[in-house]
T-cell receptor, first 115, second 109 residues
């Protein structure tokens, strides 16, 4: 069964450093998403991406964040200058449509720890 | 924006039935999803409702009333492996998913 993959599974970085979280969505999917989940809190939407551009973003997704699809398979989330409060689990998701019951398939997540 | 409420915790016995309620207030509605999340893992899709009524998928059923801003997830014949967090998520008119805080279900033998 096809699945979304994410690397690394755990990333530790120092405050102020840049990090890139990588995702490989399901191959025939067209819509890509990033979510984050701070430990013990709810899953929060960050950004959606379609046709090589951002389609929606939340207020969390400020200028420190960017997304890119550098090739036909990878989808990345970059945090330019990490803050302590960026520590969270980051989930990538993909779907083949936004319509109807097309669910978003989530990857296993990258746990980001900012020290 | 979205405001999604669900109970924090529920406990039930193996073989029993549990109903998890979710109420929402939304600026636009484009479907309601239920996800299961085991600790430290990614959410996995359980069900989807966009029209009023009951959707049944094996041991899991989900109900929606759009006029009341209300949904429930019904888990029947509970098994130990059903111990997890259950997330209610509402999709808005811009196709963004907003999640509730999740209901942790503990199944006891």
């Amino acid at each position: 069964e096809p699945e979304v993959t994410q690397t690394p599974s755990h990333q530790v970085t120092q405050m102020g450093q840049e990090v890139i979280l990588r995702c490989v969505p399901i191959s025939n999917h067209l819509y890509f998403y990033w979510y984050r989940q701070i430990l013990g809190q709810k899953v929060e939407f960050l950004v959606s991406f379609y046709n090589n551009e951002i389609s929606e973003k939340s207020e969390i997704f400020d200028d420190q964040f960017s997304v890119e699809r550098p090739d036909g398979s990878n989808f990345t989330l970059k945090i330019r200058s990490t803050k302590l409060e960026d520590s969270a689990m980051y989930f990538c998701a993909s779907s083949d449509s936004r319509e109807y019951s097309y669910e978003q398939y989530f990857g296993p997540g990258t746990r980001l720890t900012v020290t | 924006g979205q405001n999604i409420d669900q109970p924090t915790e529920m406990t039930a016995t193996e073989g029993a039935i549990v109903q998890i309620n979710c109420t929402y207030q939304t600026s636009g509605f484009n479907g309601l999803f239920w996800y299961q999340q085991h600790a430290g893992e990614a959410p996995t899709f359980l069900s989807y409702n966009v029209l009023d009524g009951l959707e049944e998928k094996g041991r899991f059923s989900s109900f929606l009333s759009r006029s009341k801003g209300y949904s429930y997830l019904l888990l029947k014949e509970l098994q130990m492996k059903d111990s997890a967090s259950y997330l209610c998520a509402v999709r808005d008119q811009d196709y963004k998913l907003s999640f509730g805080a999740g209901t942790t279900v503990t199944v006891r033998a």
